[in-house]
């Protein structure tokens, strides 16, 4: 078992939550590492990355598909 499956089964476990909906795939992980790498360089501001990775995992929850919102961070311009 890695870290992350771990302690995703950890906090499911500690916070009542499925632990099944907490899986992260190497496919998803990649795409979270890559949107925060872009988002620290794109903005030279490291801090962005995991509060990039936060709102990600909330719009997902709320629905939205990792791979659109790839898409999405991607397009934006300021």
């Given amino acids: 078992?890695?870290?992350m499956e771990g302690i995703a089964q950890h906090i499911a476990s500690r916070a009542g939550?499925?632990?099944?909906?907490?899986r992260l795939s190497e496919a998803d992980a990649q795409v979270l590492l890559d949107l925060a790498g872009y988002a620290a360089h794109e903005t030279g501001e490291r801090t962005n990355a995991p509060l990039l990775c936060h709102v990600l995992g909330r719009a997902v929850a709320a629905?939205?598909?990792l791979d659109d919102l790839d898409v999405m961070?991607?397009?934006?311009?300021?």
């Fill in 63 to 65: 629905g939205a598909s």
């Fill in 73 to 78: 961070v991607r397009e934006y311009r300021p």
């Fill in 1 to 3: 078992m890695t870290w």
């Fill in 17 to 22: 939550l499925d632990g099944e909906a907490l």
